[in-house]
């Protein structure tokens, strides 16, 4: 079971680039990884999810090193509303290990 | 699609009465998961099902938790009796037939506050 590793909790300010980078040493070969935000009061909302290399979309960028043992989710330029807590998954063909999200890491963006 | 739905927002009770969640998924998703969020434990998986059936319910905490899904469009989770320790968040969230790739869409939650 790929078991994974985030910081607790992350500071930044506005315009700033935000990289939070979540450990995943037991990544099985079948595994994907993906990300999710979540903000007080919601659900947990789908950011980005890859395999390998570098992922982007309109949200964030998603960066894996060729062994897939970590990986970091990147936020440009975040703004206040980007505080929010963000969940790393990793989970592959046994539908059992995608569902567990651990503690996430909690990011505070400020003025 | 409207996402995922579920109803109540809100539902406070009093310990020993029996609460009753219910979850739309969205249209043509194979799989449903019931989670539960407090500060304590974060978000815990339930219980999931897969066409309607059953996967895994070793989340669930204990015999007075039960869900169902009766069809591919419905989903309950019910608590019976129900316990303050009981009072959290209560997502439902579903997803597509790839589960391995497959992201999964969370409803807005439903705060369960048992007194």
């Known amino acids: 079971l790929a078991k994974t590793t985030q910081p607790i909790s992350m500071d930044s300010y506005e315009g700033q680039e935000v990289n939070i980078t979540c450990s995943h040493n037991?990544?099985?070969?079948?595994?994907?990884i993906t990300w999710y935000q979540q903000f007080p009061s919601q659900g947990p909302r789908f950011i980005i999810q890859g395999y390998k290399t570098k992922v982007t979309n309109e949200v964030a960028s998603l960066f894996i090193p060729a062994d897939r043992k970590s990986s970091t989710l990147s936020l440009p330029r975040v703004s206040l509303s980007d505080t929010a807590v963000y969940y790393c998954l990793v989970g592959g063909d046994n539908a059992g290990n995608m569902l567990t999200f651990g503690g996430g890491t909690r990011l505070m963006v400020k003025p | 699609d409207a996402g995922v739905i579920q109803s109540p927002r809100h539902e406070v009770t009093e310990m020993g009465q029996e609460v009753t969640l219910r979850c739309k998924p969205i249209s043509g998703h194979d799989y449903l998961f019931w989670y539960r969020q407090t500060m304590m434990r974060g978000l815990e998986l339930l219980i999931y099902f897969n066409n309607n059936v059953p996967i895994d319910d070793s989340g669930m905490p204990e015999d007075r938790f039960s869900a169902k899904m009766p069809n591919a469009s419905f989903s309950t989770l019910k608590i019976q009796p129900s316990e303050p320790r009981d009072s959290a968040v209560y997502f439902c969230a579903s997803s597509g037939t790839n589960i391995a790739k497959n992201i999964q869409y969370f409803g807005a939650g439903t705060r369960l506050s048992v007194l």
């Open positions: 037991n990544i099985a070969t079948n595994d994907y």
